[in-house]
């Protein structure tokens, strides 16, 4: 019997080949990876590895396909950080904002 | 602009963001990146050094560990009873998860896999390749292992028990591979390079010892 | 917590579908396999995800299954199997199980 279970426990399902194509991590693909190692160490225990991990098992079906492994980390991680009120939603979101301005105003 | 309930709505957000931009989470990390330096969560001091230690993390380093435990009986020995406190013994730290490592052997050929996100032996290998994250080796490898394995080009006689194990919890798994023929008297360096990263997950055999590298 | 199951005890797995997040896999949940080693005690990451301290730490075993008793149509080797890390709160005595096989490993 199998019932409902997260889109993320996927073992046993049926796929596709394995595209053994390998990228090289971006900066900040690697910058994702440090926030969470800083995050949960044990100077600040601000976020668990068992939190991030729930962050991304809670994104939508969809999204969870259409996002690549740092996206859902980085989502997560924010998620996790408003949750806790460690960072605002809207802080956030105007630094975004900004920060794209500044990216689309570079030759 | 609308209330917003923290968590779930932000998800909605972040994602109706994606379809805009394909850049939207380097953005989001760029952001949540630097809000956190300017509250002194973090300082960027400490996320270089991550990134630095990060760096230096490679299969250079499991590859140690094999060609030693293929040297020395005792030292293998050691490392499959406790895989951590044998690991500590050639300066790597595997807190706070602990290792398990376990032997190919003419009986048994072992693969590793994290069918619930990615969990890998970083601080032996560096960070994963994209297809040990990906869906098809996630969900194939626990139910279908040997057409995994055939995919990279790995035959396994039917009569060899393919044992998979799906790294779930706290423990994280190196395979030491078969010690391929024609090594008898290597220097552990010479051997090492016969280890490669593929074979200490477990979708490949080493090296032979008289192949091109 | 003292551990419940020593190594060779035949288990079977829980078959339940509580909420939240886990970490016993939806594939395994009802098969029955054999306890091959007691890892040691550690958080539960049940109640971790949610920002809680885990505790009591779980007993956490790591145990293995013929990979024949848990897909009715593996098509490898009868030889091949799964070996699995599962929390103390997940597995149950497998109460089926009266005689020994022969030759059971």
């Known amino acids: 019997m199998t019932r409902d279970h997260g ?3 996927m073992g046993g399902q049926p796929a596709g080949p394995v595209d053994q194509a390998e990228h090289l991590y971006a900066l900040w693909e690697k910058r994702v990876d440090a926030l969470l190692v800083l995050l949960s160490d044990k100077k600040r225990r601000i976020i668990g590895v068992d939190e991030l991990r729930r962050g991304i098992e ?6 969870y396909e259409r996002m690549s492994y740092y996206e859902r980390w980085i989502a997560s991680i924010t998620a996790n950080l408003v949750e806790k009120g460690v960072l605002d939603q809207d802080e956030i979101d105007a630094r975004v904002a900004g920060l794209r301005v500044r990216d689309e105003a570079r030759p | 602009m609308s209330d917003r309930h923290h968590g779930h709505d932000h998800d909605h957000a972040a994602i109706e963001h994606a379809e805009a931009s394909a850049g939207y989470y380097e953005l989001l990390g760029s952001a949540v990146r630097e809000l956190l330096i ?15 230690a990060m760096d230096k993390r490679g299969p250079h380093l499991g590859a140690r560990v094999v060609a030693r435990a293929w040297s020395d009986p005792a030292f293998k020995k050691r490392l499959i009873a406790d895989g951590t406190a044998a690991v500590e013994e050639l300066g790597i730290e595997m807190a706070p998860t602990k290792l398990k490592v376990v032997e190919n052997t003419p009986e048994v050929h072992n693969l590793i896999v994290c069918t619930l996100c990615s969990c890998y ?93 | 917590m003292s551990p419940r199951f020593v190594v060779g005890d035949r288990v079977r797995v829980r078959e339940a579908w509580p909420p939240g997040h886990l970490r016993t896999p939806a594939y395994i949940r009802g098969k029955r ?4 080693q007691h890892v040691g005690d550690f958080g539960n990451p049940e109640t971790l995800a949610y920002g809680g301290d885990g505790q009591p730490r779980q007993p956490l075993y790591r145990v293995h299954f013929p990979q024949a008793s848990v897909w009715p149509d593996y098509r490898g080797s009868a030889a091949d199997s799964l070996e699995v890390e599962i929390y103390q ?17």
């Open chain 2, 38 to 52: 300017e509250k002194g969560v973090i300082t960027a001091e400490e996320e270089r050094r991550t990134i630095e």
């Open chain 1, 58 to 63: 809670s994104l939508p079906a969809d999204a």
């Open chain 3, 33 to 36: 396999g054999i306890v091959c």
């Open chain 2, 121 to 213: 032996p970083r601080m032996l290998l560096g960070l994963p390749p994209d297809w040990y994250k990906s869906r098809a080796y996630r969900s194939r490898s626990v139910r279908e292992p040997r057409s995994v394995l055939a995919e990279f080009g790995t035959d396994i006689l039917d009569k060899v028990e393919v044992r998979v194990h799906d790294s779930t919890a706290d423990l994280r798994y190196l395979v030491v591979p078969l010690r391929p023929e024609g090594t008898d008297g290597m220097s552990e360096a010479k051997l090492a390079d016969l280890v490669t990263r593929d074979s200490m997950i477990g979708v490949a055999l080493a090296r032979p010892a008289h192949a091109p590298t």
């Open chain 3, 89 to 105: 709160h997940w597995l149950d005595p497998d109460q089926h199980w009266l005689y020994p096989e022969k030759g059971a490993t």
């Open chain 1, 7 to 9: 889109h993320h426990d």
